[in-house]
């Protein structure tokens, strides 16, 4: 009779407590994320917005295991971040997150089916697998018609959907994006946006946006502003 209401309890995706980063510059100390505490539930977009300089890379480097806390609690679906080791962080890295950058981040020369299933093909899945899944993902972000086709071919939106395609090629539970469309025109950026919207309601991916885009960082399921390496409470 329980099993209802416990099946319908959402699971946490991220659960940040009291962590804390500062950068040196010789003697010269500059606190960048301020004591920050937050718990974010499974199946959700999640947008940050605030000012340059606010922390918000740094926030995201550290949740894709790019960069380390000084102090405090990382957990994301499970996986405690700080402690862990070289080789707890890149299975973490190979099968927990998906990673969507600004400038996309493709290899310019190579064609979209092989850019998506390399970083499958070089983590150990064979070559023939790899290929059927990079051909499934990019069908998911509706590009099969432009899959031997290279960025160079491309248009921004098209790169940047087939780094969402390579993002989720291996169905990871969280996709972290820094500014994914700081670089589009408004109809790609919108095209994006469903992707991850989708991503979201359809595949049970989680997605973690940083946006200057008032209006995107409005659309989120949850909204978080970032000012001075603090999390705003509204
Ligand atoms: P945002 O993404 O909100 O613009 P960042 O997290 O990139 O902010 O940067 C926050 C602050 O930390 C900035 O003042 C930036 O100059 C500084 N910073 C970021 N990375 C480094 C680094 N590797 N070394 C020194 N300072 C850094
Ligand atoms: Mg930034």
Redesign the pocket.
Known sequence: MNHEKKDSVSKSAIQIQHVSKT???GDVA?P??NDISFEISEKKLVTLM????????????ILSAI?SADSGQINVFGNKLSGASENELTHYRRKTIGIVFQFFHLFPYLSAIDNVSLPLYLSGTSKTIAVAKAKEALSLVGLSHRKDFTPKEMSGGEKQRVSIARAIIHQPKLILA?EPTGNLDSGSSEMVMQLFSRCVRELDISVFL?THNEMIGESGDINLR?LD?KILTK
Do not use: A
């Open positions: 950068f040196y510059q500059f960048v994320l605030g000012p340059s300089g606010s922390g918000k890379s740094t926030l995201l480097n960069e820094d940083v970032m390496g």
